[in-house]
C-alpha cells in the first residue's frame, strides 16, 4: 500500500467530494483503493509508504489526446532552405522530410525523447498518431517497447498516406493492423490501438477502402481531418464532397474514431460528427504556428461533440496546451467572457472520456478502483484556493514543469523530480546521437 499525502488533493470526481484542504490517496498495485481526508488514511493504512507532496497539489495526471512522436527530434532543428509560407509547404518541407529519413532507432530515440517529457510535465497517457517513412515494419511495436519501458500509457497508430507510393502505403496499413493484432492479443492495459490516417488529401478512396478491410471493424480511426484548406479543396474538386461527408461514406466516422484538427467544417459537417458519435480533437498551439485557423470549439461543444485537447507535438505540457486554447478562442471570438468551461473540460473531463474507449481503468480522476495515475504538483497559492477556484489556479499558476511526481498505473516514475530507474544523461545522450545522425541527413554535414 502506497499513500500520497501532505498536500491538497483535487479529485476530479463528480460523484463524489471534489477537493482536499489536507487530503491523501492510497493505492495499491495498478488501482487507487481510498480518498479523503490525509488524517483519516493515515489511521487507516498506518503500515503504508509514503510519497510526501510537500504541500503541494495532488491531482490526476494528464492525458495527451493527440501528439506526434516522430517530431520529437526536431526541437531546434532548422532544414537548410526550408522556408515554408504556407501549410503544405510545412509538411513537405518540415514534417515529410524528417519522417522519410525516420529509421527504427529514430523511432525509438523520438519515442524516448517524447516520453520522458511526458513523464516531466505530468502526463501519463497519450495518444500518438507515428509516421517513420524510412522504416515503417516495427516502427509501432519499437514505440510500444519504450512506453513499456518508461511506464506510460500509449494508444499507437501509424499514419497512411499515399504521398511515398503504393509500397509504402500498404506497409503502413499493415503496421496498424498487426499493431492491432498485437493489442488485442496481450491485453496490455498500458498499451492500445487506432487505426492512423493522414489528411485526406494523401488518401485515395482506395487506400480508405484497404484502410477499412484491414482494420475490420476492431478499432477505432485516428485520422487528421481539415487541418488546412488543403483537404476541403481536394475532397470538393476530386470527390465532390466535403471531408467529413467522405470518412462518412467510407464508414470511418462512428463512437470509437478520433478526428484531429477539425478546423474548416461547416454547419452540416459538425451536424455528420455529432450524429455519429465521432470524437474531435483541438490542437490551438499547432494549428497557430501553421497558420491554418481556429477550431470552432464552441459550435461543436454545443452540438455535443466529445471534444478533447491535444498538442500535436508542439508542446508536451497540457496546461500550456489549456491556456493557448482558451486565449485563442477569446481573440476569435471577440469575447473575453467565453470558452472557460469548454477548454477546461476537453481537458479534464473529456480527455479522460477518450482514454476511457481504450484503456480498461478509469483515468483522469482519483477515486476508488480508478488507475493509479497521480501527479504531485510544486504548487504554492498566494491566493485563496479552493474547491470554487481550482481551474483559475491551474490556469494562471501552473505549468507542466512544476510537476514533481508522477506514478502511473501505481508505477512511481517520478519522485521529487528526480526519475526512477531511468538513467537520463545515458538516455539523452543517445537520443542525441540519433538526432545528430538525423539531422545530418537532412542538411549533408555533420552535427
Given amino acids: 500500500m502506497v499513500l500520497v499525502t501532505n498536500g491538497r488533493l483535487i479529485t476530479r470526481d463528480s460523484g463524489a467530494k471534489g477537493y482536499y484542504a489536507r487530503g491523501a490517496v492510497a493505492y495499491e498495485g495498478s488501482a487507487i483503493t481510498a480518498v479523503g481526508e490525509e488524517r483519516e488514511l493515515r489511521a487507516r493504512y498506518p503500515d503504508a509508504e509514503i510519497i510526501d507532496a510537500r504541500g503541494g497539489v495532488i491531482m490526476p495526471a494528464l492525458i495527451n489526446a493527440h501528439t506526434h512522436i516522430y517530431s520529437a527530434l526536431a526541437r531546434g532543428l532548422a532544414i537548410e532552405g526550408n522556408n515554408p509560407t504556407n501549410f503544405y509547404e510545412v509538411l513537405d518541407?518540415?514534417?515529410?522530410?524528417?519522417?522519410?529519413?525516420?529509421?527504427?532507432?529514430?523511432?525509438?530515440?523520438?519515442?524516448?525523447?517524447?516520453?520522458?517529457?511526458?513523464?516531466?510535465?505530468?502526463?501519463?497517457?497519450i495518444f500518438?498518431?507515428?509516421?517513420?517513412?524510412?522504416?515503417?515494419?516495427?516502427?509501432?511495436?519499437?514505440i510500444g517497447e519504450s512506453a513499456k519501458r518508461f511506464g506510460i500509457r500509449a494508444c499507437l497508430c501509424y499514419e497512411v498516406?499515399?504521398?511515398?507510393?503504393?509500397?509504402?502505403?500498404?506497409?503502413?496499413?499493415?503496421?496498424?493492423?498487426?499493431?492491432?493484432?498485437?493489442?488485442?492479443?496481450?491485453?496490455?492495459?498500458?498499451?492500445?490501438?487506432?487505426?492512423?490516417?493522414?489528411?485526406?488529401?494523401?488518401?485515395?478512396?482506395r487506400t480508405f477502402e484497404k484502410m477499412v478491410a484491414a482494420n475490420n471493424g476492431r478499432t477505432g480511426f485516428h485520422i487528421h481531418v481539415s487541418e488546412g484548406m488543403d483537404d476541403v479543396y481536394d475532397s470538393l474538386r476530386n470527390y465532390g464532397r466535403r471531408p467529413v461527408q467522405r470518412l462518412h461514406d467510407h464508414g470511418i466516422l462512428g463512437a470509437k474514431t478520433l478526428l484531429g484538427h477539425c478546423i474548416h467544417v461547416n454547419p452540416a459537417e459538425i451536424d455528420l460528427i455529432a450524429q455519429t458519435g465521432t470524437m474531435v480533437v483541438n490542437n490551438p498551439e499547432s494549428n497557430m504556428s501553421n497558420a491554418v485557423g481556429v477550431c470552432p470549439v464552441l459550435p461543436l461543444h454545443r452540438a455535443g461533440i466529445l471534444l478533447g485537447l491535444g498538442t500535436d507535438a508542439w508542446t508536451n505540457d497540457m496546461i500550456e496546451s489549456l491556456k493557448a486554447a482558451l486565449c485563442v478562442q477569446r481573440l476569435n471570438a471577440c469575447l473575453p467572457n467565453v470558452a472557460w468551461c469548454e477548454v477546461t473540460e476537453m481537458l479534464f473531463?473529456?480527455?479522460?472520456?477518450?482514454?476511457?474507449?481504450?484503456?480498461?481503468?478509469?483515468?483522469?480522476?482519483?477515486?476508488?478502483?480508478?488507475?493509479?495515475?497521480?501527479?504531485?504538483?510544486?504548487?504554492?497559492?498566494?491566493?485563496?484556493?479552493?474547491?470554487?477556484?481550482?481551474?483559475?489556479?491551474?490556469?494562471?499558476?501552473?505549468?507542466?514543469?512544476?510537476?514533481?511526481?508522477?506514478?502511473?498505473?501505481?508505477?512511481?516514475?517520478?519522485?521529487?523530480?528526480?526519475?526512477?530507474?531511468?538513467d537520463e544523461e545515458a538516455e539523452n545522450a543517445h537520443i542525441l546521437e540519433t538526432a545528430k545522425k538525423l539531422w545530418g541527413e537532412l542538411n549533408h554535414r555533420v552535427y
Wanted: aromatic share 8%.
Fill in 93 to 125: 518541407g518540415t514534417w515529410w522530410a524528417m519522417d522519410r529519413k525516420l529509421t527504427l532507432e529514430g523511432s525509438r530515440a523520438s519515442a524516448d525523447a517524447l516520453l520522458i517529457d511526458c513523464i516531466k510535465q505530468g502526463v501519463t497517457t
Fill in 128 to 142: 500518438d498518431h507515428h509516421a517513420a517513412y524510412a522504416q515503417i515494419p516495427g516502427s509501432l511495436f519499437q
Fill in 349 to 422: 473531463a473529456n480527455n479522460a472520456k477518450i482514454a476511457a474507449k481504450y484503456f480498461p481503468q478509469p483515468l483522469g480522476v482519483l477515486r476508488p478502483g480508478a488507475a493509479a495515475d497521480i501527479i504531485v504538483m510544486d504548487y504554492q497559492p498566494y491566493t485563496p484556493f479552493s474547491d470554487e477556484n481550482i481551474d483559475g489556479h491551474i490556469l494562471f499558476g501552473m505549468t507542466g514543469k512544476l510537476c514533481r511526481t508522477t506514478i502511473a498505473g501505481g508505477r512511481l516514475l517520478m519522485r521529487d523530480r528526480e526519475l526512477i530507474g531511468i
Fill in 161 to 205: 498516406s499515399d504521398r511515398d507510393g503504393q509500397e509504402k502505403c500498404d506497409q503502413a496499413i499493415a503496421e496498424n493492423a498487426e499493431w492491432i493484432s498485437y493489442c488485442e492479443k496481450n491485453k496490455d492495459p498500458m498499451l492500445a490501438a487506432m487505426f492512423g490516417g493522414h489528411a485526406l488529401f494523401t488518401l485515395s478512396d
